[in-house]
């Protein structure tokens, strides 16, 4: 098939990747004139496993390419698919003000029947309004459906090419029929219903996701105080059918691109029809303060910060990502300069995209896991990189000036740290123990 991907952000470069992989001729098409080029010229500006290499072979291969000529892109292509931000207005509302602009473009250039599929994330009734933006400016054909993404950055291209299930919203058998087989491939898992459920299903998956892990940190809570071990709680859960084991781990909280804009959409989508979504709420309140538990063990170990030297390993929201927004990394580390801490920082491969965010003088920047601990009184693990559970343990804590080890994602077991000096604090552990059944000092 003949495909134009418009918008080549997480989303739209990893669908037209992985769409061109599938042996169908695809277009990806960004306004932004040094991506385009740095595209054509086979350069990923994200950090996705996999996605180079695939790209690569099927540009290689006559399948894949890249423009900002969109009234050319569109006039090959029998299937648009609007792949563009939504970012969240300071009400928390989705921002529409890209969907309606390609909309407009599309609707200008339309020269033939196509069908218009949004994948980019956006509240309930808005492709209705993109059918109406687009019919107001072309007499040719069209149909509109929502297939809304469910990749994981990191694992992107893996779950673009093995999904769990592709939802297809629309009212038109036509447009079935072409995205039944366009996905096929993919998955037998093809759920066809109508467009506002398919919006809807979207903001729902995430929810509910977001939901399961600011629970599962209220539980760590608990389970710190009353001597429990949430990981234990959490393997007993989770072999439970009903609950699954998936997105049941303790830490500082969720951020990245998805769950923290979603979730606050959801919120305002609910409150324009009058609904007070009380539960999302809280969810997106615990998990706002779950990141500050850093600071407050920091506090305990440490006392007074003002002056001391705290190392933070990782600052993207998860591993295998440079994506750093909504990362809990920043409101944690600018709490710490607010204290009057010193950092030393280091990430694998996100860096560059954190000092865009947070930079200060208060900030070293290292190139190394065991530079950023040297001669620290305290290090913080925020991001749950390979590289940080391989390091040694016992060599770490002689490199660091007090060795107080704050694991905000619980990434060493106790067999790690039973023989070290290290005073160490996880979430909802409480209670690891040495070999001899001696307790350490780990809170």
Known sequence: MNITVIGTGYVGLVSGVCFSELGNNVICVDNNLEKVTTLSEGNVPIYEPGLKEIMNSNMKAGRLSFTSNIQEAISRSDIIIIAV??????????????????????????????????????????????????????????????????????????????????????????????????????????????????????????????????????????????????????????????????????????????????????????????????????????????????????????????????????????????????????????????????VQAYDPIATNNFRKEVDSPSITWENSAMEAAKGADALCVLTEWKEFMEINLSELAEYMNQPVLIDGRNIYAENQIADTSFQYYSVGRPGLTNIDGRKTAVL
């Open 85 to 342: 931000g939504t970012p969240s207005l300071p009400n928390g509302e989705a921002n529409l003000s890209y969907i309606e602009l390609v909309a407009r473009e599309i609707g200008s250039y339309m020269d033939s029947y196509k069908i218009i599929m949004t994948k980019s994330t956006v509240p309930v009734g808005t492709n209705d309004r993109i059918e109406e933006w687009i019919g107001s400016l072309t007499t040719h054909p069209f149909d509109m459906a929502s297939v809304p993404e469910f990749l994981r950055e990191g694992t992107a291209v893996q779950d673009t090419l093995y999904p769990d299930r592709i939802v297809i919203g629309t009212r038109s058998e036509r447009a079935i029929a072409i995205l039944r087989e366009l996905h096929g491939p993919l998955t037998d898992q093809i759920i066809v219903t109508d467009i506002r459920s398919a919006e809807m299903i979207k903001y729902a998956s995430n929810a509910f996701l977001a939901t399961k892990i600011s629970f599962i940190n209220e539980i760590s809570n608990i389970c710190e105080k009353v001597g429990a071990d949430v990981s234990r709680v959490a393997e007993g859960m989770g072999y439970d059918k009903r609950i699954g084991a998936s997105f049941l781990k303790a830490g500082i909280g969720y951020g990245g691109s998805c769950f923290p804009k979603d979730t606050q959409a959801l919120i305002q989508i609910a409150g324009n029809v009058d609904y007070d979504f009380k539960l999302l709420k809280s969810v997106v309140e615990v998990n706002k303060d779950q990141r500050f538990n850093i600071i407050r063990k920091l506090d305990e170990a440490l006392g007074e910060l003002e002056g001391k030297h705290i190392a933070v390993w990782g600052l993207a929201f998860k591993p295998d990502t440079d994506d750093v927004r909504d990362a809990p990394a920043i409101e944690i580390i600018q709490r710490l300069l607010d204290l009057g801490a010193k």
